[in-house]
């Protein structure tokens, strides 16, 4: 089953602080997203890699390929001023043979190859697939002047992160809902929730970590040993 992974790439990453794009950082030698990329390129269930990034990105992103002889990676799409975005923009020039879809952030390079396939046989018989992690700390539900409203039940919450990988008919279908309703998410799962469809979760690893602060870069740099061949 031919199975597509868009890679939103085109923020500054403002919580950085860096004058480059976050995904563009160095990680281990390496800019970040080559990491992410690579996790897709040495799994056999990935057929082509898509990323949309900033049109003055282009040329990077083309270096990257040669460079680190990533053959799944296709031609850059230019991104969108949101996530969202930049993920339709995606969308519609994934291969016409594409069965299934995969989105994962850029600067989440520690997913492991067992999670990715997971998420691709979910997404095959459910429709939805969503990578998360148990809530590990007591999570309160406050109010907008700051005061706790009350306690949830840690037990039945998550922390999601990506890959989440849909059947490509159901993502398509949630992107042009959101489109005619006006529905803005950070989340691709949220939008295929609105269309009735309920992701099965894939339990992940607290190490697959989206690097957007620089403590998080700090803690990436311990955690790229693990990951070194």
């Known amino acids: 089953m031919f199975t597509s992974v868009i890679i939103p790439a085109a923020g500054f990453g403002e919580r950085m602080g860096a004058t480059i794009g976050k995904q563009f950082l160095l990680l281990n030698e390496k800019p970040i997203l080559v990491h992410t990329l690579e996790r897709f390129q040495s799994c056999d269930d990935i057929n082509e890699i898509i990323v949309a990034t900033q049109r003055s990105s282009f040329p990077i992103i083309e270096e990257i390929r040669k460079k680190y002889s990533l053959s799944k990676l296709k031609a850059p799409v230019e991104g969108g001023e949101r996530r969202q975005d930049s993920v339709a923009k995606a969308l519609k020039c994934v291969d016409a043979e594409s069965e299934i879809i995969s989105v994962h952030d850029a600067v989440r390079p520690f997913v492991r190859r067992k999670e990715i396939t997971q998420s691709i046989e979910t997404a095959k018989y459910f429709g939805a697939s969503v990578v998360a992690v148990r809530a ?48 803005v998410a950070t989340d691709d799962s949220y939008l295929v929730e609105q269309i009735g469809v309920l992701p099965i979760i894939i339990e992940g690893s607290y190490e697959n970590i989206k690097i957007t602060t620089p403590d998080d870069l700090l803690l990436a740099e311990l955690l790229v040993k693990r990951f070194m061949p």
């Open 136 to 183: 590990k700390d007591t999570m309160k539900q406050a109010s907008t002047d700051g005061r706790v409203e009350k306690t949830l039940n840690r037990s039945s919450l998550w922390s999601v992160q990506t890959p989440q990988t849909f059947q490509r008919k159901i993502l398509i279908e949630a992107y042009e809902f959101a489109f005619k309703n006006n529905i």
